[in-house]
């Protein structure tokens, strides 16, 4: 995610002042999109994707410069896709690893249940207590005791979480914690859409994107994140702010 919002950063500044003097930025962003790549972090690639192919064209460029931009940024990402299915390690970390997490009835190398299986059982305690969820902290001890009862053993004894941040709200704090989070993305989106702020809407996708698949506000690492980039995006939305960056 680090990585991601350097990129944004990178692209930001070239944009504000797309020169040859800074088209070193777009060197710089080349360099930790290729290590993005290798990292084979899933669901940050398709936040990168997505700030790229829509955030840019929509916050950064007008009328012809953003159709050329989009068509050759779509380009791009066509043949990044391309390199990732023809390229056997990343394929398998890309797609096959992929398609064995979302399935019900794979069995993977390390016997590790898979993700929808997870998500199956985890959808079963939420409905069970919809509304105020089972109390904050509580997570993994439900998840834990249902692991148990249901035999996947080594998500019991690794104390697997949800992998969901919008399942960990529901478990932890049922649909009113859930709704709060929410809230907190519509306001995000809202406000950095209203004020073309492409470094928040850079943030927020990532954020909202990268939830679907990890508990990021459940370590410290993802709090500091969160916490710390929504403060200073959210508190300085003003585009002067990211003015000064350049400068």
């Not at 944009?15 to 360099?31: D, E, G, H, R």
């Not at 690893?97 to 199956?120: F, G, H, V, Y």
């Not at 409905?127 to 692991?147: A, F, N, T, W």
């Amino acid at each position: 995610m680090y990585v991601a919002l350097s990129i944004s950063i990178f692209l930001f500044l070239f944009f504000k002042n797309p020169s040859l003097k800074n088209s070193q930025y777009i060197f710089y962003s080349a360099i930790l999109f290729a290590g993005l790549v290798q990292l084979s972090s899933r669901s940050v690639f398709v936040a990168m994707s997505l700030i790229i192919i829509i955030a840019i064209p929509a916050l950064l460029l007008h009328g012809k410069g953003r159709l050329h931009f989009s068509i050759v940024s779509l380009v791009i990402f066509l043949l990044v896709i391309s390199a990732i299915t023809n390229i056997d390690s990343l394929r398998k970390r890309y797609v096959s690893d992929l398609e064995q997490d979302l399935s019900e009835n794979a069995i993977t190398p390390d016997l590790t249940e898979t993700r929808m299986k997870r998500w199956n059982l985890e959808l079963q305690l939420i409905k069970q207590s919809p509304l105020i969820g089972y109390g904050g902290g509580s997570e993994k001890d439900v998840l834990k005791e249902k692991y148990f009862e249901q035999k996947f053993y080594r998500s019991y004894l690794f104390q697997l979480n949800a992998h969901n941040q919008y399942f960990s709200f529901l478990i932890n704090s049922g649909i009113i914690g859930l709704f709060v989070y929410l809230y907190f993305l519509y306001f995000g989106f809202s406000g950095a859409i209203k004020k073309r702020d492409f470094l928040l809407l850079s943030f927020l996708i990532l954020i909202a994107v990268v939830s679907v698949s990890e508990n990021i506000l459940d370590v410290n690492k993802g709090i500091f994140f969160y916490s710390f980039f929504s403060s200073l995006f959210l508190l300085n939305p003003d585009e002067k702010s990211h003015d000064a960056m350049s400068t």
